[in-house]
C-alpha cells in the first residue's frame, strides 16, 4: 500500500527497465550472403527470361517452312539426284488411257507400280516456267535428265476437265525438245482462267520427293484430235 506523507501519497519505487544498460545499444546484422544481394536476384531474372524465350523457339533448331507459292524450294542436301531404277512392269505396257478424275485416282492408288507409265489424259496448263528441284532424293531417270542447274522446266496444271467432281493440281515437266510442241496446245477459257488444253501422251511420275511432293508427268507428245 501506498504510504501518506506530508507532501503527499507515495508510491513504491518502479521496477528497473528491461533494456537494463542496452537501451541506447544500436542492433546490428550480418550481411546478406552472395545469393540473396540485389545484384544476384536481377542476374535470375536474366537467366530465366532467356530460358523462356530459348523454350518458345525451341532451341533454334527449327526447320524453316516452306513458302506456299508455285517456286519449289531447294533444301541442301549432300549429294545429287539419284537416278531410281526403271519400272519393268511400266516398260512392258503400252500406253493406256487416264482421262479425268477416276483415271487419275486409279494412278494414284497403284502407287509405285504406276511410275513410268505411259497414259493418256487431258490437262489444262499454265505458261511452263522453271521450278527448283530438293536435291539429294530418288527421281526416275525421265525426271532427272531435266535437272539443269538444280530446277526443271515444268506447268502447273489441272487434270480432267473443269466439270469434274474433283481436279486435283499435276505438274506437266515440259522436255526442251518437246516446249514447242506443247505451245501448239489452244488456249481456253477453263473455269475463268486462260489456260492450254492439253491432250497428250504423258509419262507418269506420281509424289515425288524431288518435285517437293507435287503429283508429276513428264509431257511426251500432243494427241492429234
Known amino acids: 500500500m501506498s504510504q501518506q506523507t506530508e507532501e503527499g501519497p507515495q508510491h513504491p519505487p518502479r521496477a528497473g527497465d528491461r533494456r537494463g544498460n542496452d537501451r541506447r545499444r544500436v542492433e546490428r546484422r550480418s550481411p546478406a550472403p552472395p545469393w540473396r544481394r540485389p545484384w544476384a536476384l536481377v542476374a535470375y531474372g536474366v537467366i530465366g527470361t532467356l ?25 541442301p542436301a549432300e549429294g545429287g539426284t539419284t537416278v ?3 519400272n519393268p512392269q511400266a516398260a512392258a505396257g503400252g ?14 492408288v497403284e502407287g509405285e507400280a504406276a511410275v ?7 490437262v489444262f496448263c499454265e505458261a511452263p516456267q522453271n521450278f527448283t528441284i530438293i536435291v539429294g532424293h530418288t527421281a526416275p531417270r525421265s525426271v532427272a535428265s531435266l535437272i539443269r542447274d538444280g530446277s526443271v522446266p515444268a506447268a502447273v496444271c489441272k487434270y480432267g476437265r473443269s466439270g469434274e467432281p474433283r481436279r486435283e493440281d499435276l505438274l506437266l515437266l515440259v ?3 518437246k516446249a514447242q510442241e506443247f505451245s501448239t496446245a489452244p ?8 489456260r492450254r488444253r492439253v491432250v497428250a501422251e504423258m509419262e507418269w511420275v506420281g509424289r515425288s ?9 513428264v509431257f511426251r507428245g500432243m494427241i492429234a484430235q
Open 116 to 122: 513410268g507409265k505411259v497414259v493418256r489424259a487431258e
Open 84 to 86: 531410281a531404277p526403271a
Open 175 to 177: 522436255p526442251p525438245d
Open 209 to 217: 520427293e524431288t518435285l517437293a511432293l507435287r503429283t508429276a508427268a
Open 51 to 75: 530460358a523462356v524465350v530459348m523454350l518458345l523457339r525451341g532451341g533454334g533448331d527449327e526447320e524453316p517452312v516452306a513458302p506456299r507459292d508455285e517456286t519449289l524450294v531447294e533444301r
Open 95 to 108: 500406253p493406256e488411257d487416264a482421262y479425268g478424275t477416276a483415271g487419275y485416282e486409279r494412278l494414284v
Open 187 to 194: 488456249v481456253v477459257n477453263d473455269a475463268f482462267v486462260e
